[in-house]
């Protein structure tokens, strides 16, 4: 009974992190660079490069995965009866919130599912980014108790549930179809890739588990916080296993502070970085993996959060916001980090949060 | 360990209308917990009120008049 009560509670949202680390674990070793596997923040930010709307060679390549992930939500609402098409729930502002926490993950290195992929790699630096993330929640959670809410979304026609799916089928148009009209980064992270399919395939099979499970980062922290609820934890600490057992069975696990794959140690930074993630994510109802999977469920709003991302990791490298890494030139350690344009946009990104948050808080009549 | 029963499940289009539900239940002394919204009645990631069924039509009478807008009651074993 009590084995039964554990399967049915947490057996689909292991398994969905079992899954997530696993197509991690798998697309580092068919090509992704090392501790990314997946991150949303950066193969969003790639396929930003890759469409021309930032000039960072560097991070050009259009990612399959993004395309998979939303895609793969979208056949399993469809298979279980749950594609509804909403709208109406402050897309402005969830637009304009979505570009701050693509600027905070940014600042950080990665999204909250890089941050357990980092983690499970034996990044260390990654831990200033997770305080940062809970400390990010725990400000979100103070708003949400105070009745903030960025009101609810409503039926709308179903051609525009299909908006970011049909975006996603035309970005993987262009990648198979059309590869001249994109940007390929001829060295650094954009440079290390998986074949087109395996990224797509992991894409998929990562979007469909995550919308039966519900998967999420931000979702699961708030619920163990806000009312003691673990189960959308499990799939949280399931990635970090998995990634962590799959690095050390393939040798690639490193404990340490230093040479990290794409991190840096400026862990303030990190912290900050991760913090205004946390609490955008809060503010949204979700991390940047459950906007994907909201997108493909037919959600509007996350759509437009999604294309505020896009748009977030675009100017985060038009404008030398995010962070870089750390690096060895000529055999001397050369710590990264973040510029002054990336430490103001952070305080500028705090600033508009509290500025969302205050504005959404209901009103005396309301409360 | 806690026995499964039959519980009122009510699911919120918001957060917010899940917390004020909790505050309004407190206020009034009206038995339940908020819980994570069971996969069986939405794909979506939010909170719900989980009370003795018995209370479903106090609360929705309730909810009706102080304008908390609940997407749907429940009844489900947990």
């Known amino acids: 009974m009590r084995e039964n009560t554990f399967v049915r509670r947490y057996g689909l949202i292991i398994l969905a992190g079992v899954v997530v680390g696993a197509a991690a674990l798998i697309l580092t070793a068919a090509g992704n660079p090392k501790n990314m596997g997946f991150c949303i923040a950066c193969f969003e930010r790639d396929i930003a490069g890759a469409l021309g709307l930032h000039g960072a060679g560097k991070v050009q390549y259009l990612r399959p995965e993004i395309p998979g992930i939303v895609l793969g939500a979208m056949l399993s609402a469809f298979v279980f009866r749950e594609f509804k098409a909403r709208a109406g729930s402050c897309p402005a502002s969830r637009f304009v919130v979505g570009l701050f926490v693509m600027i905070g993950a940014l600042v950080f290195l990665g999204c909250p599912l890089r941050m357990v992929i980092r983690l499970g790699g034996g990044d260390l630096t990654a831990v200033a980014g997770l305080l940062g993330f809970l400390a990010g929640i725990l400000a979100g959670i103070v708003f949400l108790k105070k009745g903030f809410s960025l009101g609810r979304a409503y039926p709308v026609k179903m051609g525009e549930g299909f908006a970011l799916p049909a975006v996603m089928l035309g970005l993987l148009a262009l990648l198979l179809l059309a590869p001249g009209l994109l940007k390929f980064s001829e060295e650094g992270p954009g440079s290390m890739r998986a074949f087109w399919l395996i990224s797509l395939a992991a894409g998929l099979a990562v979007g469909f588990i995550a919308q039966r499970s519900r998967l999420c980062m931000a979702g699961g922290l708030r619920d163990a916080f806000l009312i003691q609820d673990f189960t959308l934890l499990a799939g949280f600490l399931a990635i970090w296993a998995t990634v962590t057992v799959g690095n050390l069975i393939m040798g690639n696990y490193s404990l340490s502070m230093t040479s990290q794959p794409i991190a840096h140690s400026q862990h303030l930074w990190s912290f900050l970085g991760m913090a205004l993630a946390g609490w955008g994510s809060i503010l949204l109802g979700g991390c940047p993996l459950r906007q994907l999977i909201l997108a493909g469920e037919g959600n509007g709003d996350a759509a437009v959060t999604v294309l505020g991302m896009v748009t977030g990791a675009a100017i985060a490298h038009n404008f030398g916001l995010a962070g870089n890494a750390d690096s060895a030139v000529d055999g001397v350690y050369k710590v990264g980090g973040v510029g002054s344009a990336g430490m103001i946009a952070v305080v500028i990104g705090f600033a508009v949060l509290l500025a969302v948050s205050l504005l959404h808080l209901p009103g005396k009549e309301e409360a | ?78």
């Open chain 2, 1 to 78: 360990m806690r026995s499964r029963g039959l519980r009122c499940i009510v699911s919120f289009y918001t957060t917010a209308g899940a917390m004020a539900a909790e505050r309004l239940c407190r206020r009034e002394g009206l038995e339940g917990k908020l819980i994570s919204v069971p996969r069986s009645v939405t794909s979506d990631c939010g909170l719900a009120w989980s009370a003795p069924p018995e209370l479903r039509e106090t609360l929705e009478r309730r909810f009706r008049v102080v304008g908390i807008e609940a997407a749907g009651f429940h009844e489900l074993t947990l």
